[in-house]
């Protein structure tokens, strides 16, 4: 399953919010129950599929000595660790610790970031867009080509 794309939401009172038709169609295509997986990374609420939790699970009790840092990756990665139904018409509740932990207001944008959904504040996608971002050298280092 791969997100791509991104819509802009309102958190209704109850902090829930309609997810894209095309992640919704996505989710409920490869996951019969539309149970998602939703944790606090890289300062936004993420979205993976219960497989792909079990798998990082996994592989992160699997490192012997884990970084200070990882481990407080790890730390923050099982405290937002909240399973949420997607309902018919897309919709899902986020949780207050993850709205907290997010910074999520009223105004969210919703992110495909391939294998996962990511969920922003309004305010931090449009501070993404005013970035100025060059990756030519790590694109080459790894036999990338850009196609415009």
């Known amino acids: 399953m791969k997100f791509r794309g991104h819509a802009h939401r309102s958190l209704d009172d109850k902090g829930r919010l309609i997810l894209p038709p095309e992640f919704r ?3 409920h295509g490869e996951l019969p129950d539309g149970i998602m997986v939703l944790t606090i990374f890289d300062k936004h609420v ?30 923050l990665l099982n405290s937002g660790y909240t ?6 018409q897309g919709r899902i509740a986020i949780p207050a610790h993850l709205r907290k932990s997010g910074k999520l207001d009223r105004d969210v944008v919703i992110l495909g970031a391939g294998r996962r959904f990511e969920i922003w504040s309004a305010e931090s996608f449009e501070a993404l867009l005013d970035e100025d971002y060059d990756v030519s050298s790590e694109l ?3 036999n990338v080509s850009l196609p415009f």
Do not use: C, F, H, Y
Not at 64 to 75: H, V
Not at 83 to 88: L, Q, R, S
């Open 83 to 88: 399973e949420t139904p997607v309902g018919k």
């Open 25 to 27: 169609d996505a989710i």
């Open 140 to 142: 080459a280092e790894n």
């Open 46 to 75: 993420i979205g993976i599929t219960p497989a792909q939790w079990a798998k990082l699970e996994s592989e992160l009790e699997s490192i012997r000595t884990p970084s200070r840092a990882l481990q407080n990756t790890i730390r």
